[in-house]
C-alpha cells in the first residue's frame, strides 16, 4: 500500500488510486468540478491541480496516481491562482445575472479570491452558438466581441429535469456517467473548443433521445446546468432523510431532500451496497404521486351508488362491525384479508397477525402470489430455501450470467444497468426469453424459447452437461442426492429433441450450457419468465438443478436468483402474510410453531389452511368467502381472467380496500380508506437479496391520513384482539423472536448500515450474503425430476397467436404509482407489439387500433410493430386499466404454487375496421411517439 | 558555419520530383523499392530496432523523440497484439511535406510501415489519414493493393512466416487527431480527446488498450534508408543527435515558397530562407521567422540568441548570435528557446501585422481546440477574443498583459500538448512585438 505526504501529512492509499482520491477519502478537500468518485479519473476542469516535489508543472490530481513516498501540495499561492484564472475563464461565460451562475462556481470564486472576471462578454451582438453547438455568422462590425458566445435554449423536454448549457462547463460528468454508470450513451458530447456542449441522442434534446431518465447525469453535474424541475420549483433540500425506494425488489437506498416540509429530491446513496449511488427514472423521480391531486384522502363509504366521506373513526368501526358480523353468522373462514408486497414487513406481519389472531383464520396472502410463488415453491424442493441465494454485489465477482424470463433493463433498472456494466468488463451473458429484450445485444448466446418450454430447456442444457462430462461430480457426490433418478428423466432431453419443443437450435443449447458448465463462476437471474406458468415452479427446479449439477450454488458469483418484482415480495411471505406458512416459512401444522405463536400472541394458530388468492375468488364464487379486506393490491386489475375476479368481488358482501388512489378494487368495495406512502411511515423493506432495508417516515401523512398499520392495530381492537405491538420497531422485535432466520434482526442494528442479509441468527451475527456456502436447509440439495408438459394452451388455428405480458421501464406493475406521476409523459397507455410478419400477414400497420380476442373476452389496443417479438407471438403491458387486458387471461396456474399463468395466453388479432368507412380507427391512437419508442427503442 | 550556400540533400525526396516519376509500384521497383524490405526479411526484428537505435532517427512529426527508443519500449515478451500507425494527419499551420510523399510516393511509406511493423511485431496497422487528403488515401491504398499483389503485404510477406495488414483510416477534420492519443481515440472510433497521462507512451497502452507504436509518415519513410544504408552510414548525415535529413517546408514571404529536404543542422535558418526558398519577397526585410509550425515560439528579426552548443570537445559553450545564423536542427532550436517542430518555416517581411498575424494563429487554436479541458477551451477563445477586437480597433491598455495572462494559464495546464501550442505563440508574440501590440490597442 503507497503512502505519500500530502500538505504535509502521511497518508495511506489504496494501489493504483489518484491523489485526488485518496486525499478524499482522508477527508482532504482539493477544489475540483470534473472529478467523481463514481467515475473514472478525466482530469479536464483544472482545478484540483497540485504540486509534486521532483516533478514539472501542476500536474492534475485527479488523474496523477499516487507513488510510494512522493511528496504532494494541494495548496500554494500559485495554485490558488491558477485555480482563481480557471473559474475567471468559467464565469466569463457564465449568465450575465450572478443569481443565475451556477452555486458552485460563485463559492469558488469567494474561496480564491476572484474579484473580478477581466473578460467578461460584452453585450453587442456578437457570433452565437445555437442549440447544436455551430456558430452561427452574426454580421455586426462592432468593435467588441465578435467572435462565437453562448446562448443557448434551455432544453426542458424531460418531464423530471431541465439541461440548461449556457450553465455548462463541459466537464462532460453526465456524458460519463451516462456511459460508465447507466450504459445507456445516449448524451455525448458535441462541437469542439469552445462550442463543446452535452447533445441528447442525434441533438433531438432529452426527452426524444434514447435517455432512459435514471438521473445519473443530474447527480452528476456540479453547475446544475442538469438540475431536477422540483428543485428548480421549489428550492433546493434543507435536509434529507435515508430511505429505500418502494419501488422494485432492487431496494435502492435514496437520500430524502425535503424543504419547507415538501420532498424535493430523492438522491441515491453512493456508499448504498445495493445501488452504489445509482437509480433509475421510478425511484429518482418517480415519486411524484405522494403530491398527485388524485391521492385518497378521506375515507369513503358506498351509500346506494354513491360515495360518502366519512370519518376515519366510522371507517375503521365499519370494518369492525362488519367482519364481527359475517365472523359470527359465518365463521372466521369467510373473511380474507390480501396485504401487499408493496408495504412494510410490518404491515404484513400485522395483516396477518389480524387474520390468525383477532379473526382466526389463515386466509391471508398477498400479492407475491402472482409473481414468485412459484421461485418459493421450486427452489423449497431443491434447495429446501425460498430466497436468492446469492447477493446482487455477485454481479462483480461472476464470470458468466444466465439472465432468464426477466428484463433487468427495464423491470430492475439499476441491476441491469449493473448488469450492463459487468459486461463491459468481461463477464459472459447468455440471455432465455421469448423477447429480444436489451440485453441479447451483449449475450454470448440468446436462447429465443417458445413461452411455457422452460422445463424441457433446463432438461435439455442439463443433458448436454451431463453427455459431455462438464457436471462438477464432486459437488454432486458431497452435496446433493436423486442423481441417478433425475438422470434417467434428463437423459431423454436430447438437444435436439428440446429443439422440437422449444424452437432453440440445438447447437446454441450445446453452446449455452458449455458456457454455462465452464465459466468458474455461473450465475442466474431470473424474472417472472420463469415462474408465471402452468408448470412455473418445475420449471424453476429445473433451473436449480443445473446450480447443483455445475456445482454453480454456494460460492460467490454463481447461484440462483429470483429478481423480485415489488420492493417487499421477499419480505411480505418472509413476514407470515400467507394462507400455508407462518414466518419464513414455517409450517403452521409444526407443534414448536404452533406453541411458539400462541406464547407469544395469546392466541392459537388456526387449524385449517388458508386460501390462497386464486382459491379465494372461487370461494367467493361459492359464498364461502363473504368479507375481505385488500390492502394495497388491485386484484380488479392485475389478477388473470379478471372477469372472474370482478364477479367474485361483486358477490362480496363487505369489502373494504385501503389503497393510495382509487383503484379498479375500490369500484367493487364498500368502504375506501386511504393508505399512507412510503415516505409517511416507518418500516422495513426486504429486497431481492433478502437485505432488510428501512423505510423511514420522511414527511408526516397528508391530510390527517391514518397509516395502514394504525388502521390493522384499531381494527384489531374492535374485533376484540389488542395488538401488543404498537411502534413498527416492536413489531420487528415479534417477529425477531418468532422467526428464526431473523431472529438477530432490530431496528438498531438495521439502522447502523445499510440493512441487514438474512439469515440473522443471532444479535452478533452479521448476516448472509452468500447462503448454502457449507449445507443446504434441506441437507443434500435435492435433483428434483421434471418433464415437460404443454403450458395451459397452445395456439390453434382459432387463436393462433401466444400472447405474453410483461411491463415497461416507465412503469410498474398496475401503474398505481406510476399513473400518477409525471412518468406517464413517457408512457400513457398499453401497446401491443407484434412482429413485422405477422402485421403484414394481417393488414396491420404500426398505429393501427386491434381487437386481441381470448377464448374468454376481447380487448382493443393500438399495435407497434416490434423487433423484440418473434413471429406468432404478442407482448403488451397491464399498466393501464382501461383495456381490462387481464380478461384476456384464463384461470390456469402454476399446479404447486397457484402462480398465475400470465405468460401464456393464446389469442387472435384483427384490424378494427371503422363502420362508417374502411379507414381503421387509426385516429385513436396518438402520434406521440414516446409511448412506442419508450418500448421499441430500447 | 560553411559559408557556401545551402543546398538540398535529398534521401526521402530522392525520387518523387525525378520527370517520369509514378506512384505507381512498377516505377517504385524500378526505383530500388522494396530491396530494403527484402533485407529486412532476412533479419531478426530486434536487428532493425537496433539498426535504428545506430542511426539516432528522431521522429519527423513535431516532438523529436528518439524513435528507436520508442521502438524499443515494445517488450519482447508481449502477449497483447501489437499495432503501428501512421500518423498521416499532417495539419500543422504552415506543414505540407508528407502529402508529397503519400501523393507522389506512396510506396516509400509502405515499405516503411512494413519494414516498422516487422521490427516491432505489429500484425496489424492502420494509416491514421487526415480526412482532407481524400486524394492521398485514393493514391495510399491503391498502393496497399499493389503491395499485396506482390506479396509485401497481407500473409506470409515475401514468404516469411511474417503476416501484416495496413488499413487506411481517414480523419474527420479535427486538428486535435493529431494528437496521437487524440489520434487513438478517433480510431477506436470515439470523440478525439487525448487521453490523460500517465501513461505516458502508446507503446506501453496505445489502440485497444494494447502497446502501440504511433510514427509519422517522414519518419517511417527513413527506416527505408536506415536499412539500406544501415544505422551507423545513416548517422553520419547530419549532426550527432541530429542525424539523417529533414525536410522543411518554407512559406510566407519567400520568393520560392516549398519543401526542402536538407541535412539537418547543416544549414542555418538564414541559408534556408535566402538560398533554397530563394529569399524574401520584393526585397523587403525578414520580420520574423516561425521555424518549426505555427505553435513554435517565434523568433523576431534582430534579437539575439543566446544559443548553448556542444562543442565538439563535448564541452558547453554560449554563443550570441541573429536568428539566421541558427543552425537548423532538433537542437539547436531548442536551444533557441523555440522548436523545429514539424519542419514548417513561416517568414514574414516587415510589412506584416504581427497582431493580425496572432490572431489569425489564435483563430486556428481556438478553432481547433478539442474542449476537453477548461484552460484551453475557454483560454484559446478568449485569446482569439483579445486579439480580434485589438484587430477591430477595441483593444485596451491592459490587453496585452491579459493575452499573457490566459496563455500562461494554458501552457502545462492541459492534457495535450495542445495547451503549449495555443499559448506558446501568444507569450512569444507579445513578449517579442510588445510595442506593436500596445500601439494596436491605442488605435480606436
Redesign the interface.
Known amino acids: 500500500m503507497p503512502t505519500f505526504t500530502i500538505n504535509g501529512r502521511k497518508i495511506d492509499a489504496q494501489p493504483g488510486d489518484t491523489i485526488w482520491n485518496a486525499a478524499r477519502l482522508q477527508g482532504i478537500q482539493i477544489p475540483y468540478l470534473c472529478a467523481s468518485a463514481n467515475l473514472k479519473?478525466?482530469?479536464?476542469?483544472?482545478l484540483c491541480?497540485c504540486e509534486v516535489d521532483g516533478q514539472?508543472?501542476?500536474p492534475?490530481s485527479c488523474?496523477?496516481?499516487v507513488r510510494d513516498g512522493m511528496v504532494v501540495r494541494t495548496e500554494s499561492p500559485k495554485l490558488n491562482q491558477?485555480r482563481r484564472?480557471?473559474i475567471e475563464?468559467?464565469l466569463?461565460?457564465q449568465p450575465e445575472d450572478v443569481l443565475h451562475a451556477s452555486e458552485q462556481l460563485r463559492t469558488y470564486a469567494a474561496q480564491f479570491g476572484l474579484q473580478k472576471v477581466?473578460?467578461r462578454r460584452s453585450g453587442t451582438s456578437g457570433h452565437h452558438l445555437n442549440g447544436n453547438g455551430h456558430r452561427h455568422n452574426g454580421h455586426s462590425?462592432?468593435?467588441?466581441?465578435?467572435?462565437?458566445r453562448r446562448d443557448y435554449k434551455v432544453d426542458d423536454s424531460n418531464p423530471f429535469f431541465i439541461f440548461d448549457a449556457n450553465k455548462c462547463?463541459?466537464c462532460?460528468r453526465c456524458v460519463r456517467a451516462c456511459d460508465e454508470v447507466q450504459g445507456t450513451f445516449a448524451i455525448?458530447?458535441s462541437?469542439?473548443?469552445?462550442?463543446?456542449s452535452v447533445t441528447a441522442g442525434n441533438d433531438v434534446g432529452f426527452a426524444a433521445s434514447n435517455c432512459v431518465s435514471c438521473g445519473a447525469c443530474v447527480k452528476e453535474c456540479p453547475t446544475d446546468a442538469l438540475v431536477e424541475k422540483a428543485v428548480v420549483q421549489h428550492g433546493k433540500p434543507e435536509y434529507t432523510t435515508r430511505t429505500t425506494c418502494a419501488y422494485c425488489g432492487v431496494g435502492c437506498n435514496f437520500d430524502v431532500g425535503v424543504r419547507g416540509g415538501r420532498i424535493v429530491s430523492m438522491k441515491p446513496v453512493d456508499a448504498s451496497p445495493v445501488n452504489w449511488g445509482h437509480a433509475c427514472v421510478k425511484g429518482r423521480f418517480g415519486w411524484d404521486y405522494v403530491y398527485s391531486k388524485e391521492r385518497l384522502r378521506k375515507p369513503m363509504k358506498r351509500v346506494g351508488d354513491q360515495w360518502v366521506e366519512c370519518s376515519w373513526d366510522d371507517a375503521l368501526a365499519m370494518i369492525g362491525s362488519e367482519f364481527n358480523r359475517i365472523k359470527k353468522s359465518h365463521g372466521p373462514d369467510a373473511l380474507a384479508a390480501l396485504s401487499s408486497s408493496r408495504g412494510t414487513n410490518e404491515e404484513n406481519y400485522l395483516m396477518q397477525k389480524l387474520m390468525r389472531c383477532a379473526v382466526g383464520t389463515n386466509n391471508v396472502d398477498n400479492c407475491a402470489r402472482v409473481c414468485h410463488s412459484a421461485t418459493v415453491s421450486g427452489m423449497m424442493e431443491v434447495f429446501g430455501t425460498w430466497a436468492a441465494t446469492n447477493s446482487l454485489n455477485d454481479l462483480e465477482k461472476t464470470k458468466l450470467l444466465m439472465v432468464i424470463g426477466a428484463n433487468p433493463t427495464e423491470g430492475h433498472p439499476v441491476t441491469g444497468a449493473r448488469i450492463k456494466r459487468a459486461l463491459r468488463r468481461g463477464t459472459k451473458l447468455i440471455v432465455i426469453d421469448p423477447r429480444r429484450i436489451e440485453l441479447c445485444r451483449y449475450a454470448e448466446v440468446h436462447l429465443q424459447l417458445k413461452p411455457g418450454t422452460n422445463v424441457a430447456l433446463f432438461n435439455g442444457l442439463a443433458n448436454v452437461i451431463v453427455s459431455e462430462g462438464l457436471h462438477d461430480k464432486k459437488f454432486i457426490e458431497a452435496r446433493t442426492e436423486n442423481f441417478d433418478t433425475w438422470l434417467e428423466v434428463v437423459k431423454k432431453y436430447t438437444p435436439e429433441a428440446v429443439e422440437k419443443i422449444t424452437g432453440v437450435p440445438a447447437e446454441k443449447i450445446r453452446k449455452a450450457a458449455r458456457l454455462y458448465a465452464t465459466s468458474g463462476a455461473s450465475m442466474c437471474a431470473h424474472g417472472l419468465g420463469m415462474t408465471e406458468h402452468k408448470y412455473g415452479s418445475y420449471g424453476v427446479m429445473t433451473l436449480c438443478n443445473l446450480a447443483i449439477l455445475t456445482g454453480s450454488v454456494g460460492r460467490p458469483g454463481t447461484g440462483v436468483n429470483p429478481l423480485r418484482g415489488q420492493n417487499n415480495v421477499q419480505g411480505s411471505c418472509d413476514v407470515g402474510s400467507v394462507p400455508v406458512y407462518f414466518t419464513a416459512y414455517q409450517k403452521l401444522s409444526d407443534p414448536l410453531v404452533q406453541a411458539k405463536f400462541n406464547d407469544a400472541t395469546g392466541r392459537p394458530l388456526p387449524e385449517r389452511l388458508g386460501w390462497k388468492v386464486p382459491e379465494m375468488w372461487d370461494a367467493a364464487l361459492e359464498g364461502k368467502l363473504r368479507g375481505m379486506w385488500v390492502m394495497g393490491y388491485d386484484v380488479a386489475q392485475t389478477d388473470p381472467n379478471l372477469l372472474k375476479v370482478q364477479a367474485a368481488l361483486g358477490k362480496l358482501e363487505f369489502l373494504a380496500v385501503t389503497d393510495l388512489f382509487f383503484n379498479e378494487t375500490c369500484k367493487y368495495a364498500h368502504l375506501v380508506l386511504p393508505a399512507a406512502s412510503f415516505v409517511e411511515k416507518d418500516g422495513t423493506f426486504t429486497n431481492g437479496e433478502r437485505r432488510i432495508q428501512r423505510c423511514r417516515k420522511v414527511i408526516e401523512p397528508q391530510d390527517g391520513i391514518i397509516p395502514d398499520d394504525v388502521q390493522m392495530i384499531r381494527v384489531s381492537e374492535m374485533l376484540g384482539y389488542t395488538m401488543n405491538c404498537t411502534t413498527s420497531s416492536d413489531i420487528m422485535d415479534e417477529i425477531a423472536r418468532l422467526t428464526p432466520t431473523l431472529a438477530g434482526v432490530s431496528y438498531e442494528k438495521l439502522d447502523r448500515g445499510f440493512g441487514l442479509q438474512w439469515p440473522v441468527l443471532n444479535m452478533a451475527h452479521p448476516g448472509t450474503s452468500v447462503m448454502h456456502t457449507e449445507v443446504f436447509p434441506r441437507g443434500k440439495a435435492k435433483f428434483a425430476p421434471a418433464e415437460y408438459l404443454p403450458p395451459g394452451e397452445e395456439p390453434t388455428g382459432k387463436y393462433p397467436f401466444t400472447l405474453v405480458t410483461g411491463r415497461v421501464l416507465h412503469h410498474y406493475n398496475c401503474g398505481a404509482q406510476t399513473r400518477h406521476s409525471g412518468l406517464i409523459e413517457f408512457v400513457n397507455r398499453d401497446i401491443l407489439e407484434i412482429h413485422a410478419d405477422d402485421a403484414v400477414e394481417h393488414g396491420i400497420a404500426d398505429g393501427d387500433m386491434v381487437k386481441v380476442t381470448s377464448h374468454r373476452a376481447s380487448v382493443e389496443l393500438p399495435c407497434a410493430i416490434s423487433e423484440r417479438v418473434p413471429p406468432g407471438q404478442l407482448f403488451t403491458t397491464f399498466h393501464f386499466p382501461d383495456n381490462n387486458l387481464n380478461t384476456l387471461l384464463s384461470s390456469s396456474a402454476d399446479t404447486l404454487s397457484k402462480c398465475p399463468e400470465y405468460k401464456v395466453c393464446t389469442v387472435h388479432v384483427e384490424k378494427i375496421v371503422k363502420k362508417s368507412g374502411k379507414r381503421n380507427a387509426r385516429s385513436h391512437f396518438p402520434t406521440r411517439k414516446r409511448d412506442v419508442h419508450a418500448r421499441i427503442l430500447v | 558555419m560553411p559559408e557556401t550556400k545551402a543546398i538540398e540533400r535529398r534521401i526521402v525526396l530522392a525520387n518523387l520530383d525525378q520527370p517520369g516519376y509514378t506512384p505507381d509500384i512498377e516505377c517504385y521497383l524500378k526505383h530500388g523499392g522494396y530491396a530494403s524490405l527484402r533485407k529486412a526479411a532476412g533479419m531478426k526484428p530486434e536487428e532493425i530496432v537496433n539498426e535504428v537505435k545506430a542511426s539516432q532517427l528522431r521522429g519527423r512529426g513535431g516532438a523529436g523523440f528518439a524513435c528507436g527508443v520508442k521502438w524499443g519500449f515494445i517488450r519482447a515478451d508481449e502477449k497483447k497484439p501489437i499495432y503501428l500507425i501512421c500518423n498521416a494527419d499532417e495539419s500543422e499551420p504552415g506543414t505540407f511535406k508528407d502529402r508529397q510523399i503519400i501523393d507522389r510516393d506512396p510506396h516509400q511509406l509502405v515499405e516503411g510501415m512494413i519494414i516498422s511493423c516487422f521490427a516491432v511485431r505489429a500484425k496489424l496497422a492502420y494509416i491514421y489519414i487526415r480526412g482532407e487528403f481524400a486524394g492521398g488515401a485514393r493514391i495510399l491504398q491503391k498502393a496497399l493493393d499493389e503491395a499485396r499483389r506482390n506479396n509485401f503485404l497481407g500473409k506470409n510477406i515475401l514468404g516469411t512466416d511474417y503476416s501484416l495488414e495496413i488499413y487506411i483510416h481517414r480523419g474527420a477534420g479535427?486538428y486535435?487527431c493529431g494528437e496521437e492519443t487524440g489520434l487513438i481515440e478517433s480510431l477506436e472510433g470515439k470523440?478525439a480527446y487525448p487521453r490523460?497521462?500517465?501513461p505516458y507512451f502508446p507503446a506501453v497502452l496505445g489502440l485497444y488498450q494494447c502497446p502501440t507504436i504511433v510514427n509519422n509518415v517522414e519518419t517511417l519513410c527513413n527506416a527505408v534508408h536506415i536499412l539500406r544504408m544501415g544505422g551507423a552510414e545513416y548517422a553520419k548525415i547530419g549532426r550527432p543527435n541530429n542525424t539523417g535529413t529533414r525536410i522543411v517546408c518554407v512559406s510566407g514571404h519567400v520568393n520560392k515558397p516549398g519543401y526542402y529536404e536538407i541535412e539537418n543542422g547543416a544549414w542555418t535558418l538564414g541559408q534556408i530562407v535566402n538560398d533554397l526558398a530563394g529569399g524574401v519577397r520584393g526585397g523587403k526585410k525578414i520580420k520574423a521567422i516561425i521555424p518549426g509550425g505555427s505553435s513554435a515560439k517565434v523568433l523576431r528579426m534582430g534579437e539575439v540568441i543566446k544559443l548553448r552548443q556542444k562543442q565538439p570537445d563535448g564541452s558547453m559553450a554560449e554563443k550570441e548570435m541573429g536568428i539566421l545564423d541558427i543552425p537548423y536542427d532538433f537542437d539547436n532550436l531548442q536551444a533557441a528557446g523555440t522548436m523545429s517542430g514539424s519542419g514548417a518555416i513561416i517568414v514574414m517581411d516587415e510589412t506584416t501585422d504581427m497582431v493580425k498575424a496572432m490572431n489569425n494563429i489564435n483563430a486556428f487554436y481556438?478553432?481547433?481546440?478539442?474542449?476537453?479541458?477548461?484552460?484551453?477551451?475557454?483560454?484559446?477563445?478568449?485569446l482569439?477574443?483579445?486579439t480580434?477586437?485589438i484587430v477591430?480597433?477595441?483593444g485596451r491598455a491592459?490587453d496585452p498583459g491579459?493575452l499573457i495572462?490566459?496563455a500562461d494559464?494554458i501552457a502545462?495546464?492541459?492534457?495535450c500538448a495542445m495547451g503549449e501550442a495555443t499559448a506558446w505563440p501568444v507569450q512569444s508574440f507579445v513578449a517579442k512585438f510588445r510595442d506593436e501590440f500596445e500601439k494596436a490597442c491605442e488605435k480606436k
Open positions: 479519473p478525466y482530469g479536464s476542469c483544472r491541480l514539472r508543472g501542476y492534475a488523474t496523477t496516481p491558477l484564472n480557471v475563464l468559467y466569463s461565460e477581466r473578460y462590425h462592432g468593435k467588441t466581441d465578435q467572435i462565437a462547463i463541459a462532460a455525448s458530447m462541437g469542439r473548443g469552445f462550442a463543446s | 479535427a486535435i470523440r490523460i497521462k500517465p481556438a478553432h481547433e481546440s478539442c474542449g476537453q479541458c477548461t484552460p484551453c477551451r475557454e483560454g484559446s477563445l478568449w482569439q477574443k483579445i480580434d477586437r477591430r480597433g477595441g491592459s491579459l495572462n490566459v494559464n502545462g495546464r492541459t492534457i
